[in-house]
């Protein structure tokens, strides 16, 4: 991957879907997150360095933001698909949202 994370990243206990607004389809699963990215877990294979409007539902609301597809890998033991996306716009009102979760289970909000 050549590139570090350099924010901490949180890891939910109950996954929320995520929706890819162009097609109004669930692309998969929020897995984990920080400010900077997610990660998604899904049944197919997301196109790599590919920029997404993706909603997410939270407390039946849905949150707005836009991330680039960084890396895709295959889990082959579990027959999904884990996919990396940088965030390259985050309304604060999302953030807060996801946050707020008591689904979110971190030790200080955060995942190494």
Same mark, same amino acid.
């Given at each position: 991957? &050549?590139?570090?994370?350099?924010? %901490?990243?949180c890891?939910l ?7 890819? !607004?162009?097609?109004?389809? #669930?692309? &998969?699963?929020?897995?984990?997150f920080?400010?900077? &990215?997610?990660?998604? !877990? @899904?049944? @197919?294979? #997301?196109p ?9 539902e939270?407390?039946? =609301?849905?949150?707005?933001l %836009?991330? =680039?597809?960084?890396?895709?890998? %295959?889990?082959e033991?579990? %027959?999904? *698909?884990h996919? &990396? ?6 309304? *604060? !009102?999302?953030?807060n949202a ?7 289970a971190?030790s200080?909000? @955060?995942?190494?």
């Amino acid at each position: 991957m &050549g590139k570090e994370r350099k924010i %901490k990243r949180c890891r939910l206990v109950n996954y929320l879907n995520v929706i890819d !607004e162009s097609t109004d389809a #669930i692309i &998969g699963i929020l897995v984990d997150f920080s400010t900077e &990215g997610l990660m998604l !877990e @899904s049944e @197919s294979a #997301i196109p790599v360095e590919k920029i997404f409007n993706l909603a997410v539902e939270v407390a039946s =609301q849905m949150f707005s933001l %836009k991330a =680039q597809s960084l890396w895709c890998r %295959k889990d082959e033991k579990h %027959k999904v *698909f884990h996919t &990396g996306f940088t965030i390259e716009k985050l309304p *604060f !009102e999302t953030m807060n949202a996801i946050w707020s979760l008591e689904e979110v289970a971190c030790s200080d909000k @955060s995942l190494d």
